[in-house]
């Protein structure tokens, strides 16, 4: 592979960190031949303020840099929420297993032994900004989608609803049901973008008072499938696609858009599902006032075994009920 082909555009904007000057200068010569832009700092302390001022792309640290070595530089740009994808090289001397394991252990992303050779020098950074790039590219796309979801929850909700609640009662019954942590992230998660699908229908069906049309419905039931689609490029995709296109499944069959049906039904999405629920009973809607605590007890046990998994309905109901509350016959407020 040639220089030439180790050119990155546009060029990155790179930080070494070199107790040496010579080895600085020898640095700076084989990135800036290819376009990169390169900031140097003398030490650790230096190369922190560098990094908060200068937003570089990637880093190059000397193991042997004082005022901050480059092991709690790295530790400290990878706990920092606007540092922490900053890659980072550490320079180090032939046969340093120990240096290694230790640059592993703070995050560092790869190494270089001494004498650098200038090909793969040029290869690695090229490699890890590339990377960087693509997920601050992602990261940018989550923050537009999440951004959207909660722009349309709050046009479409009342004050008395709102994602983190939705989250909150879905985490309960989670924790009761013993899920591990990251399935309870992925119901957070899931409460902010389930609906977000809603954004692609007209806005006189979602505020409208009263019923909908079977043409109204129709379009409404393409929600699930609509927020799918705008949430495939987020990282958590695999986890939180299935809650957000099978939330509207019901136990029965008779939900939408696949019509699965009792454990076909992706757990999560039960789950969020019956939170969405009983959280839509206790908001107002354009269509009909809030309920009662103990009316939406009801209509819960009413749907399970028909919109909701029966199982889950007791378990929830547990959660959310107060001690020494049972239910009584009301009327179906729907």
Same mark, same amino acid.
């Given at each position: 592979?040639?220089?030439?082909?180790?050119?990155?555009?546009?060029?990155?904007?790179?930080?070494?960190?070199?107790?040496?000057?010579?080895?600085?200068?020898?640095?700076?010569?084989?990135?800036?031949?290819?376009?990169?832009?390169?900031?140097?700092?003398?030490?650790?302390?230096?190369?922190?303020?560098?990094?908060?001022?200068?937003?570089?792309?990637?880093?190059?640290?000397?193991?042997?840099?004082?005022?901050?070595?480059?092991?709690?530089?790295?530790?400290?740009?990878?706990?920092?929420?606007?540092?922490?994808?900053?890659?980072?090289?550490?320079?180090?001397?032939?046969?340093?297993?120990?240096?290694?394991?230790?640059?592993?252990?703070?995050?560092?992303?790869?190494?270089?032994?001494?004498?650098?050779?200038?090909?793969?020098?040029?290869?690695?950074?090229?490699?890890?900004?590339?990377?960087?790039?693509?997920? &601050?590219?992602?990261?940018?796309?989550?923050?537009?989608?999440?951004?959207?979801?909660?722009?349309?929850?709050?046009?479409?909700?009342?004050?008395?609803? &709102?994602?983190?609640?939705?989250?909150?009662?879905?985490?309960?019954?989670?924790?009761?049901?013993?899920?591990?942590?990251?399935?309870?992230?992925?119901?957070?998660?899931?409460?902010?973008?389930?609906?977000?699908?809603?954004?692609?229908?007209?806005?006189?069906?979602?505020?409208?008072?009263?019923?909908?049309?079977?043409?109204?419905?129709?379009?409404?039931?393409?929600?699930?499938?609509?927020?799918?689609?705008?949430?495939?490029?987020?990282?958590?995709? &695999?986890?939180?696609?299935?809650?957000?296109?099978?939330?509207?499944?019901?136990?029965?069959?008779?939900?939408?858009?696949?019509?699965?049906?009792?454990?076909?039904?992706?757990?999560?999405?039960?789950?969020?599902?019956?939170?969405?629920?009983?959280?839509?009973?206790?908001?107002?809607?354009?269509?009909?006032?809030?309920?009662?605590?103990?009316?939406?007890?009801?209509?819960?046990?009413?749907?399970?075994?028909?919109?909701?998994?029966?199982?889950?309905?007791?378990?929830?109901?547990?959660?959310?009920?107060?001690?020494?509350?049972?239910?009584?016959?009301?009327?179906?407020?729907?």
């Amino acid at each position: 592979m040639t220089t030439e082909e180790l050119r990155l555009t546009p060029g990155a904007r790179v930080l070494i960190a070199e107790r040496s000057e010579a080895n600085a200068r020898l640095l700076t010569e084989y990135l800036e031949a290819v376009g990169h832009s390169v900031v140097v700092a003398a030490d650790g302390e230096d190369a922190l303020r560098r990094i908060r001022a200068e937003d570089p792309e990637i880093a190059l640290l000397d193991v042997e840099i004082p005022r901050l070595n480059a092991y709690q530089l790295c530790e400290r740009v990878k706990s920092h929420p606007s540092t922490r994808n900053l890659p980072v090289i550490l320079l180090v001397a032939p046969g340093a297993q120990d240096d290694k394991i230790r640059g592993l252990e703070v995050g560092a992303e790869d190494f270089l032994t001494r004498p650098v050779h200038k090909l793969e020098l040029l290869a690695r950074v090229k490699s890890l900004v590339k990377v960087k790039r693509l997920n &601050d590219q992602v990261e940018t796309t989550e923050g537009v989608i999440f951004g959207m979801a909660a722009m349309l929850e709050h046009k479409i909700t009342s004050t008395r609803s &709102d994602a983190a609640r939705l989250a909150d009662l879905a985490c309960r019954l989670g924790q009761a049901l013993g899920l591990l942590e990251e399935d309870l992230d992925t119901l957070r998660k899931g409460a902010i973008l389930h609906d977000i699908g809603k954004i692609a229908i007209r806005e006189e069906i979602l505020l409208k008072n009263g019923g909908l049309s079977s043409e109204e419905y129709n379009e409404v039931k393409l929600h699930p499938e609509v927020g799918e689609r705008i949430c495939r490029p987020l990282r958590c995709a &695999d986890e939180v696609l299935p809650v957000i296109r099978h939330h509207q499944e019901r136990w029965d069959g008779k939900g939408y858009p696949d019509g699965l049906q009792a454990e076909q039904i992706p757990l999560l999405a039960r789950v969020l599902s019956i939170a969405d629920a009983y959280d839509a009973m206790l908001s107002d809607r354009p269509y009909r006032p809030a309920l009662t605590r103990e009316a939406a007890y009801e209509q819960l046990r009413r749907g399970a075994g028909a919109q909701w998994d029966p199982q889950l309905v007791e378990v929830f109901l547990e959660v959310v009920r107060p001690r020494g509350v049972t239910s009584a016959a009301v009327p179906d407020p729907l």
